[in-house]
């Protein structure tokens, strides 16, 4: 009878080895949870300018590679798409020729096979594309997180030096004033000391 449940594996098992490929954050809870943790939750927003490039550069290359692994991957399931053409067309005879209840019963089962290894492509097609599309979503959301703390450290920054400027050329503007003020009243003791004026002061006592 035919069979064709070996083939049916071995496609099986080179989607499933594409998946093991996969590159950096792979398909395992604890290395994701532990990347997460590194690179996108706890984003060390004021660390130095060197350590947040060398952060934002990880995650962009997590992003790439997962794009470039649901690539392979969704290639593998279009490679096997051939394979399930010429499969299904050799079930169908051999269902339609068949002399038996059990030859069409096996028949019948090899065809579920063959839907299971569909079913199989489209779930490692699925989990690779939403893992790349996660990464990016990370990725682009921890790039906002820091372009935010920059621009508010950036804020701070200018409010300081404005303030700082405001207050220079407030005591810029007092202290020639203060400078005015003593140079009056020196002044007017001079004109005191003179002796026109003493005179005057004398004449006003008598």
């Known amino acids: 009878p035919l ?4 083939p049916l594996q071995d496609q099986i098992r080179q989607t499933q080895q594409l998946l093991n490929e996969a590159q950096r954050i792979a398909y ?3 290395t994701i949870e532990g990347a997460f943790d590194q690179h996108y939750k706890n984003v060390p927003l004021g660390a130095s300018q060197r350590a947040m490039v060398e952060g934002a550069e990880a995650r962009w290359q997590n992003s790439v590679v997962a794009f470039e692994d649901a690539l392979k991957v969704q290639a593998g399931t279009v490679a096997n798409i051939e394979g399930s053409r010429e499969a299904l067309g050799s079930l169908v005879s051999a269902s339609q020729s068949a002399t038996g209840a059990l030859q ?3 028949a019948g089962n090899q065809l579920l096979a063959l839907q299971a290894r569909q079913l199989a492509d489209l779930t490692a097609t699925i989990a690779a594309t939403g893992r790349a599309q996660a990464l990016d979503a990370a990725e682009r959301a921890a790039a906002k997180a820091q372009a935010r703390e920059q ?7 200018s409010s300081a030096l404005s303030a700082r400027r405001i207050g220079l050329i407030r005591d810029g503007h007092q202290a020639p004033r203060a400078h005015r003020c003593r140079c009056v009243r020196r002044s007017r003791h001079r004109d005191d000391d003179r002796p026109a004026a003493r005179g005057a ?3 006003a006592a008598s």
């Open 3 to 6: 069979t064709i449940v070996q």
């Open 28 to 30: 395992d809870v604890r």
């Open 104 to 106: 069409a019963a096996q």
């Open 151 to 157: 621009f508010e450290a950036v804020s701070r920054y």
């Open 201 to 203: 002061r004398a004449g």
